[in-house]
């Protein structure tokens, strides 16, 4: 009996001790026997902070910094001008990839394909893809199966991405599909490269191919690569 009772006092304790309190406010900080992360060093929104040399909490963007693919308006907003992030999503061909219900190969409208572009599509492609991808393309990057384990990464200098009569082949529009939604084992990159590097990052796929499989006589492989050699240092 003694014990009956000492058990019935035991479990009245332990509903009160969990159930007991839920909702109730404390002012003090509540005693945590496992601290997973509650208490962590952090500046607050909007609050003062030491840290600081002027004491505000919440810092302003470093200036002349610009947000990743922030368009500044050309004329002024009462003109009509926006403020373009460049991350739209409609269904034409520059932002899908998409014609109808195929796949576009070419570039769209909107861009233009030049040495700046051709650049800005190296550049691009070396900081998100070349680590899988390789910096020729041959989808042979440090991560790859070579060296670090991601199995069957696309080699883009296979038929179907270089020869327009393979089954598989992937016209430019694909690729850009690729880019922005990813496919099968690889994750899109939509979120961090606005619309128009996606077609740049394009642009120098083809520019790779074209290294790999036109003579090196053949003029227009010639003005590609004297275009593309790193400008001069400047002295
Ligand atoms: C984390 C590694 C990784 C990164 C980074 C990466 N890819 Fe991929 N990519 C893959 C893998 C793996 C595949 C094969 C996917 C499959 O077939 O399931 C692939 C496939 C592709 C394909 C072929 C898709 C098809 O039609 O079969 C293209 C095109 C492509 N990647 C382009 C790019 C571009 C351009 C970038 C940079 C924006 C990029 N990838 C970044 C791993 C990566």
Redesign the pocket.
Known sequence: MRYFFFACLLAIVLVIGFAGFRGDKFSRPPILLLNDMNNQAKVKPQASNAFFADGVGSRKPVVATVPMGLTIPSKPAAEGGYVSYGFSHGSDYFNSGRIGEFWGDGFPEQVKVDEAFLRLGQE??NI??????GTSGN?K?I??AAQYG?????N?HTP??TDPKAL?Y?ANG??Y???NL??????G?GAS?PVKE?WA??A??RAMQLSRTAPLADPSVKEVWTALQPPAAVK
């Open positions: 691009r492609y998100n893809c070349a680590i899988c991808h989808g990057g991560t790859s991601i199995a069957n990464i696309a883009f179907g991405f598989d992937r694909s690729i599909n690729t880019i990813g496919k099968g084992l690889m994750s990159y490269i996606r990052i394009v120098w796929v």
